[in-house]
């Protein structure tokens, strides 16, 4: 096995944005357990007020909920850094939000400006305290950490996106037809695209990755080199 040496002094980030389906999590997650650091998907913290919002049968234009709901998540939401599981409080939500309604919700409630302004705490606090994350998202490397030292955005085409979506809502038992996947992967990128704060869009220092072709172990691999060539990982250990 590699293992990676760390600079323990300084927090480190590496930023992955990118469309739904494009590979992020995936390759964040293997990527943070090659680095020993923590990963952040902070997707799954918009998916969580996208679900206590329905829940209690309220939307984004009852403002006194947002305030609540956020600064109750801000308490009690917890990602475990290596299964990537989710709970609020007690309770894990980690399947809940992963279905295809709260993904449509999630992206909804994420175009409303005082959602994005109040969650931008959050999703920094998560990564306090650690030698160094991973975090994926929309608008990781233009707004959220605009001074990480590595961003990379991950593209792949639509249909290979809808069918890693579908390969992983069929591990749910669920069964969306492909073609409703893809319809689906196209209006939300066109709403994650073109809203009006933090739209997704790589940052102008982004390595753009196409994943299309590629496992991901072989994306991960690219950025380790990355990694390595930035100085990020100062050096490497054999085992
Ligand atoms: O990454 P994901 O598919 O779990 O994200 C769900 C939705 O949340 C996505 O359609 C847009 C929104 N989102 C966002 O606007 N900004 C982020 N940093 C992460 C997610």
């Known amino acids: 096995m590699t293992v990676f040496v760390t600079s323990e002094e300084t927090l480190k980030v590496i930023t992955i ?8 999590s995936t390759v ?12 952040v998907t902070t997707g799954a913290i918009y998916r969580t007020l996208a679900l206590m919002l329905f829940e209690a049968g309220t939307g984004v234009q009852d403002r006194g909920s ?13 990602q475990d850094p290596r299964s990537g599981r989710v709970f609020l409080g007690d309770r894990e ?22 959602v994005r302004r109040r969650l931008l705490p ?14 994926d998202g929309r608008d990781m490397g233009t707004v959220v950490f605009p001074d990480a030292p590595l961003k990379i955005f991950l593209t792949a085409s639509p249909e290979q996106r809808a ?22 992967i196209h209006a939300r990128d066109a709403r994650d695209a073109n809203r009006l704060v933090a739209p997704m869009r790589p ?19 690219a950025v380790l080199r990355l990694c390595v060539d930035r100085g990020l990982v ?6």
């Open 17 to 24: 944005d990118g469309p739904a389906g494009s590979g992020k």
């Open 163 to 184: 069918q890693r979506r579908l390969d992983e809502l069929r591990a749910q038992n669920l069964e969306p037809s492909l073609d409703e996947l893809i319809r689906e």
């Open 93 to 114: 939500i980690t399947h809940e939000i992963r279905t295809p309604f709260v993904s449509e919700q999630a992206s909804l409630v994420a175009q409303d400006e005082l």
């Open 203 to 221: 940052a102008e220092d982004a390595v753009l990755l196409d994943s299309t072709e590629l496992e991901p172990n072989a994306v991960v691999r």
């Open 122 to 135: 959050v999703q920094r606090k998560v990564v306090l305290d650690c030698n160094g994350a991973v975090v």
């Open 66 to 78: 947002i305030e609540r709901f956020v600064a109750f998540l801000s308490e009690r939401y917890r």
């Open 234 to 239: 100062p050096g490497l250990e054999e085992s």
């Open 28 to 39: 964040s997650r293997l990527l943070a357990h090659r680095l020993g650091w923590i990963y």
